[in-house]
């Protein structure tokens, strides 16, 4: 007798797995081509369902300071490209709208989580001086939404108060974790270093 038609297909990507998991794995160094972003560490990475030849970066530390620009390499070219905010957008109405007229500031240990067409960028530090001398001024908590299509897009999120009271919410922090949970379809933060030290808290 036959094993119903899903339980062979089941079984047949199961019987892969031991496969896939001995197979060596190789590293490729990629040699973009154009001018591309300055090195930098401590940075965020974002990708979007409607750009999946594209992988973007926003802030960091480099070697003269901390960053505030974004890049995104297009493996299609393979090329990196500025990020280049719209000053315009238009509503629903088709009226035309101011848009990006917020400033992002330069940081780093941010985090940054997509889901789908948009990512939410939260937390960092700032900081005063170089690489080698620099001394952190700030934790940050704020949350920005970026956006890359039909228009470029970088907006300060207005946080509101949580469920148990005006003081509820993250402190800031650096160095932390975030993620986007389908099953929640909720944007998970968790841990990283606080003005007080380590914290486990999501």
């Avoid at 990196?80 to 101011?98: G, R, Y």
């Avoid at 939260?122 to 228009?151: H, K």
């Avoid at 509101?160 to 932390?176: I, L």
């Amino acid at each position: 007798m036959q094993a119903p038609r899903m339980s062979r297909v089941l079984l047949s990507i199961l019987g892969l797995i031991p496969v896939a998991l001995a197979a060596p794995l190789q590293w490729e160094q990629i040699q973009p081509v154009g001018k591309g972003p300055a090195a930098r560490h401590s940075h965020a990475t974002m990708t979007f369902d409607s750009m999946q030849d594209s992988q973007f970066i926003i802030g960091g530390q480099g070697a003269k300071g901390l960053l505030s620009d974004a890049w995104y390499y297009d493996s299609a070219v393979a090329g990196w490209e500025p990020v280049v905010l719209d000053s315009n957008d238009t509503d629903t109405n088709c009226n035309v709208m101011k848009i990006n007229l917020e400033t992002f500031t330069a940081r780093a240990g941010h985090a940054a989580a997509s889901n789908g067409n948009v990512a939410l960028i939260c937390g960092g530090y700032n900081a005063t001086g170089t690489a080698n001398t620099y001394v952190r001024t700030d934790d940050i908590l704020e949350c920005w939404w970026f956006m890359p299509q039909p228009f470029m897009r970088l907006d300060k999120v207005k946080i509101t108060a949580g469920k148990t009271g005006a003081t509820d919410g993250p402190v800031p922090r650096e160095g932390h974790t975030l993620n986007y949970d389908p099953a929640l379809k909720h944007f998970v933060l968790l841990a990283g270093k606080g003005t007080a030290g380590l914290l486990s808290d999501c």
